[in-house]
């Protein structure tokens, strides 16, 4: 594990920074081949007035009053044989870690005297001959009831050393026709409505088929968030995309050779 720990203090004039790097890497089997991940993890705090950079194993003790401005904790996996993908993961975390804290810090204290929090972690991992696929899900806290959770999928050639969109997944099992996203669009919408209105997990109600209509639109977008899981794939749809906060994250699954089935 490669554990790096950031804290920065501010007073009235003068930023410290205090940097602690610890190695180690652990080796382990998953899906029949055997590779190296290490697991980057990054908390900082920004501090007002007073601090005390007291840290223990990533957790921070902070004592005299001082107030938080926003926190990182961000892990994601390294792999050994594919710089690559290491490059991509890279710039993608680096990007939102430096976009929330630059949000954060750009908010006044008496507009938002709340604790801002940034946590990124991986889904499981599917690992084969050709591909690399999984999740980073980013959730982010600014305010509010609740925070927001995202999803950034990372779906890997291993021979193109590329990441595949959905149409170029599918265009690899066979024929794609022309219409392929709306196929997809009624199969998720047909899915979805057996999955949240039939069972009963919301309400039998006009304007609850009208937001999953809505999010389930044939437009490449609606249905970028997906993995590859052996012969199928997995789409999933993020909060308030096809039902309101409390219905989690719905998903629909659909074999790789979906079209040549129908």
Not at 25 to 30: D, E, L, Q, T
Not at 101 to 115: G, I, M, N, R
Not at 167 to 188: H, Y
Not at 226 to 241: L, N
């Amino acid at each position: 594990m490669v554990k790096l720990i950031s804290v920065i203090g501010k007073t009235s004039s003068l930023f410290l920074r205090y940097t602690f790097l610890i190695p180690s890497r652990k080796a382990f089997s998953m899906n029949r081949h055997r590779s190296f991940f290490a697991k980057l993890t990054v908390t900082m705090l920004v501090l007002y007035a007073s601090f005390s950079p007291l840290i223990a194993d990533g957790d921070a003790d902070i004592t005299g009053g001082a107030a938080f401005k926003y926190s990182s904790e961000i892990n994601y996996p390294f792999f050994q044989n594919e710089p690559q993908l290491n490059n991509l993961l890279n710039k993608k975390v680096a990007h939102i870690a430096m976009q929330f804290q630059k949000e954060a810090l750009a908010v006044e204290d008496d507009e938002a005297p709340y604790f801002h929090e940034l946590k990124i972690i991986p889904s499981d991992i599917y690992h084969n001959e050709k591909v690399i696929s999984f999740f980073l899900f980013s959730h982010e806290y600014t305010g509010g009831a609740h925070g927001m959770v995202y999803l950034i999928p990372f779906n890997y050639n291993k021979k193109t050393k590329k990441l595949m969109s959905l149409k170029e997944v599918f265009k690899s099992a066979g024929t794609l026709p022309e219409n392929w996203l709306i196929k997809i669009s009624d199969e998720a919408r047909r899915q979805l409505l057996e999955e949240l209105v039939q069972s009963s997990v919301l309400p039998d109600e006009d304007w609850i088929k009208e937001w999953i209509y809505r999010g389930t639109e044939p437009i490449e977008e609606n249905f970028s968030a997906f993995t590859i899981e052996d012969d199928r794939i997995r789409i999933v749809f993020g909060p308030y995309q096809v039902a309101g906060f409390a219905a989690g994250m719905p998903e629909i699954t659909l074999p790789l050779n979906f079209f040549q089935q129908i």
